[in-house]
């Protein structure tokens, strides 16, 4: 079975700084779909990026990278010039991927780590 | 504007009774899904459904059932049965897995809040 695990439930930066959440995560896949999703105060879970296992380079979405390392099973996210607007849960997920037939498209989540982003 | 719809936002319910949490979807999407959120624990799939008429028990259905007769809606009810329903639920769809796409991804609704009173 696959687990997801972050390891810091709360962190805060100081606006325009840089934070890096970390995630760590279990599988005998081989080839799988990590994401980050975001949970502002508001509730409403936000996409935040996407990492397909096969593709080597790490993804960027604007101010947000992550930092791939499969034979490790780790997936950490940075955030670059912090905005008071990150202050939200971040969330670490995995899934199966999508092309093979017979995956149910469950998402595992981690337990999520809590930023807060100071002025 | 598509989107997925969970209503209410807020909801109470009183020991032995059942209540009924709504999520209607307008993206077209096939597969839907209902996550239960507890603090320190994620998210954990309740139960999931892939095509209309046809649903999945997930990691923790007991003391929950579901319906999926239209395309568009997914209805969850917290049973009696259920002895700790006080949470946040989420919705959310997709297009099903195995469709050959490659940004896959979940639409989450904005939630319902539970809680027992």
């Known amino acids: 079975a696959q687990t997801v695990t972050q390891s810091q439930p709360e962190m805060s930066v100081q606006e325009a700084e840089t934070v890096t959440l970390s995630c760590t995560y279990d599988?005998?896949?081989?080839?799988?779909?990590l994401f980050w999703y975001k949970q502002p105060p508001s509730r409403q879970m936000i996409l935040v990026i996407r990492?397909?296992?096969?593709?080597?380079q790490n993804a960027t979405e604007n101010r947000f990278s992550v930092n791939f390392q499969k034979a490790a099973k780790s997936f950490s996210l940075k955030i670059s010039d912090s905005q008071l607007g990150d202050t939200a849960m971040y969330f670490c997920?995995?899934?199966?991927?999508?092309?093979?037939?017979?995956?149910?498209?469950?998402?595992?989540f981690g337990q999520g780590t809590t930023l807060q982003v100071k002025p | 504007d598509g989107g997925i719809t969970q209503s209410p936002k807020y909801l109470f319910r009183k020991e032995g009774q059942n209540v009924t949490l709504s999520c209607e979807q307008n993206?077209?999407?096939?597969?839907m899904y209902w996550y239960r959120q507890d603090p320190g624990q994620g998210l954990r799939l309740i139960y999931y459904?892939?095509?209309?008429?046809?649903?999945q028990k997930g990691d923790i259905a007991e003391g929950y059932s579901v319906s999926r007769e239209k395309k568009e809606s997914f209805p969850l009810t917290v049973t009696s049965a259920q002895k700790n329903p006080t949470a946040f639920y989420l919705c959310?769809?997709?297009?099903?897995?195995?469709?050959?796409?490659?940004?896959?991804?979940?639409?989450f609704g904005s939630g319902t809040r539970l809680t027992v009173v």
């Open positions: 993206l077209n999407h096939d597969a």
């Open positions: 990492q397909e296992a096969y593709k080597q």
């Open positions: 599988t005998s896949e081989s080839n799988y779909y």
């Open positions: 959310a769809s997709s297009i099903p897995p195995g469709q050959g796409i490659t940004n896959y991804g979940y639409t």
């Open positions: 459904s892939q095509i209309v008429n046809d649903f």
């Open positions: 997920a995995f899934m199966k991927h999508p092309l093979y037939s017979g995956n149910t498209g469950k998402l595992i």
